[in-house]
């Protein structure tokens, strides 16, 4: 079982920075493919970036096309953390963001969130014009 806790939401004005971090409970971290997923009100869930594990210690990222360029998905298996850097941030990034766990390759893009087994309960993240 694999326990997630998301931090760093808050506040930011367009155009700034923000970083979420999501720590995560259990062993066999490094084998787990890790994603991050936002939602806002009346919206469905939409896919952000992913960092999926390839066996060994190979790992692969990949980013929802609305985030490419401006955001980046990182992970330190030494301390069981997943991070995304957020950057060049937009009002239409408001949403609360989740961060998600599969063991093994899960692939990325549109409708992957049900290969997730475990998700954090979430963190809000507001950008104002």
């Known amino acids: 079982q694999v326990q997630l806790v998301e931090s760093g939401g808050g506040l930011v004005q367009a155009g700034g920075s923000l970083r979420l971090s999501c720590a995560a409970s259990g062993r066999s971290f490094s084998r787990y493919s890790m994603g991050w997923f936002r939602q806002a009100p009346g919206k469905e869930r939409d896919f952000v970036a992913t960092?999926?594990?390839?066996?060994?210690?190979?790992?692969?990222?990949h980013y929802g096309d609305s985030v490419r360029g401006r955001f980046a998905i990182s992970r330190d298996n030494a301390k069981n953390t997943v991070t995304l850097q957020m950057n060049s941030l937009k009002v239409e990034d408001t949403a609360v963001y989740y961060c998600a766990a599969a063991y093994g390759a899960v692939g990325a893009g549109p409708r992957t969130d049900y290969k997730y087994d475990y998700w954090g309960q979430g963190t809000q993240v507001t950008v104002s014009s």
């Open positions: 960092i999926n594990w390839n066996g060994g210690t190979t790992y692969t990222a």
